[in-house]
């Protein structure tokens, strides 16, 4: 008895072990064959999973749908997206980094002393014609367009916008496919929208790049967008055309990363309503919105230069800045829109026309204008010599001009003041002001000592909110004259907590502008 006991123990105890030694083994073949020691279709399997869908289609089909329509619109454009190399010496490193640190480019091992920079672009006509930013391909020696198919050509500049970043470069190759052109003018914010670039990272052969083609969907987060890239850079440069950049961009949530900028941002008709210009990252990388050039506007700049080789910029002769809810309490707007004119140019069509300080230009043809970025867009889709009726808003009312549109100069003179003397406190302000001494007044470019000049300036106060900085000059307050700080001090003592008093200000070497504040509560 006991030894049939002791059988079976010991029979159990065996299957016990191979069971084991089974499990032990099977699971170190998957093991394997996941790190790739074992083609993992050549072990047998236990059984055959029969894969069932979770949900019927019907209760899915309009994500379904909306799938389909992202594959089909994927296949469609991207035979149409190229990838670009630009080569620079390396002295001469793209400058505008901010808007895609990817430019800063690679060394070149085959030719000494370049670096290599990438971006994307997209094929707009049959004969070659290609668009890009400027951004991608400025300071270039040498351009090459890798297409989908491997073929990679060498490309000539057309001619290159910085005051819009757009460039257009030119292949010359058979059986080119260009893209569908939309109208930005009809993007709705909240519509679908596919961002598609090939920043090919990697080796340029085809198929070498590790990220030859990305196709990222989101939808348009707002429109008008002024992140003030492109005009700052150009200052940091020491362009002289800073003044006449447009930034009137595009917001998407859609992921917009290094290598991307150049390339179409496209509707759910497959059509191109924007060029990938820039995100929004401090460090390079994707944090939630990126950002797009109007195609309308990035079109007529690359008519331009194709048949001119250069921009020629339709030209109304204002400086403006948008309208403030200060600004429309102060004129009696029926809104918070428009842009106001803070000077105008002697000889300009603005100036021939009659339009002065504190006019608030609302409409162009009867289109509202909702922001002074918003305004130079429309001027710019115009061409020299185009007559437009300009609606503003002046003394409670609105009235209509016609202007005769000129071609804009593209200079501007920047000028700088020394540091003046530390003064007496505006606290309604958030500033500090001082008296203008002969000396200052030189160093400020100003014939006169009228005025108080700003010496210091609250981070977060009023003035601070409305673009006040050190070394402006406040000449009037509510149209009253201020020539020292006690004019100052005797105006503001009228003024109770939370009014909008309305400045004249001069900053920097330009005309005097209007600026509306409202004091501290």
């Known amino acids: 008895m006991s030894d049939k006991r002791g059988d079976r123990d010991l029979l159990k105890t065996k299957t016990t072990i191979a069971l084991a030694v089974a499990v032990a083994f099977l699971g170190g073949i998957g093991l394997a064959a996941q790190f790739g020691y074992v083609d993992s279709r050549s072990v047998p399997q236990a059984a055959s999973v029969e894969t069932q869908a979770q949900l019927p289609a019907a209760a899915v089909q309009p994500a379904l749908d909306l799938s389909d329509a992202f594959v089909a619109i994927s296949e469609a454009v991207t035979p ?6 630009a080569r620079r010496r390396q002295q001469q490193a793209p400058r505008r980094i901010s808007l895609d640190d990817f430019f800063r480019g690679r060394p070149d091992p085959g030719r000494p002393g370049l670096v290599t920079a990438g971006g994307s672009g997209f094929v707009v006509t049959e004969d070659g014609y290609v668009m890009t930013n400027n951004h ?37 190759g058979p059986d080119l496919q260009p893209v ?11 519509e679908w929208v596919l961002a598609i670039g090939n920043p090919g990272f990697g080796p340029s052969s085809a198929g070498g790049g590790s990220l030859d083609y990305t196709v ?27 003044g006449f950049a447009i930034e009137d961009f595009i917001q998407t949530d859609a992921v917009i990363n290094p290598g991307n900028s150049g390339g179409p941002m496209v509707n759910l008709r497959g059509q191109v309503i924007g060029v990938n210009a820039a995100f929004a990252s401090r460090t390079g990388f994707y944090v939630g919105y990126g950002f797009a050039i109007p195609i309308d506007l990035a079109h007529r700049i690359m008519d331009d230069l194709v048949e001119y080789g250069r921009v020629r910029r339709a030209y109304l002769g204002v400086r403006m800045v948008p309208v403030t809810p200060e600004d429309a309490e ?18 300009t069509p603005a100036d021939d026309a009659g339009l002065a300080q504190e006019d608030v230009i609302t409409a162009v043809d009867g289109v509202p204008v909702r922001t002074s970025n918003d305004l130079q867009h429309k001027i710019a889709l115009r061409a020299p010599g185009d007559r437009v009726r300009i609606t503003i808003w002046r003394d409670g009312a609105p009235r209509d001009v016609t202007v005769r549109l000129d071609e804009a100069p593209l200079s501007e003179e920047v000028a700088e003041a020394a540091p003046p003397p530390r003064g007496q406190t505006a606290d309604k302000l958030g500033i500090e002001v001082a008296e203008i001494t002969r000396e200052i007044a030189d160093a400020l470019q100003q014939e006169t000592t009228d005025g108080v000049v700003v010496t210091d300036v609250e981070q977060g106060g009023p003035a601070d909110r409305r673009g006040i900085v050190q070394r402006c000059v406040i000449q009037e307050i509510n149209r009253q004259r201020v020539d020292d700080t006690g004019d100052m001090e005797d105006v503001l003592g009228d003024v109770g907590a939370g009014e ?8 920097g070497s330009g005309d005097p502008s209007i600026v509306n504040v409202r004091t501290r509560r």
């Open 216 to 242: 990222t969907a989101g939808i348009v987060s707002a429109r008008g967008r002024s992140l003030d890239l492109i005009r700052r850079e150009l200052r940091s440069e020491g362009e002289d055309v800073a």
């Open 80 to 85: 149409s997206v190229v990838r670009i190399e």
């Open 180 to 190: 569908s052109l939309g109208s930005s003018a009809e993007v709705r914010v909240g």
């Open 136 to 172: 991608v391909v400025e300071d270039a020696e040498e351009i090459s367009v890798i297409l989908q198919d491997g073929r990679n050509f060498d490309a000539e500049l057309v001619g290159a916008d910085p005051t819009t970043d757009v460039a257009v470069i030119k292949i010359d």
């Open 330 to 347: 102060v004129y009696g707007l029926p809104e918070i829109a428009g842009a106001l004119v803070q000077g105008v140019e002697n000889d």
């Open 500 to 507: 909008v008093v309305s400045m004249r200000v001069r900053c």
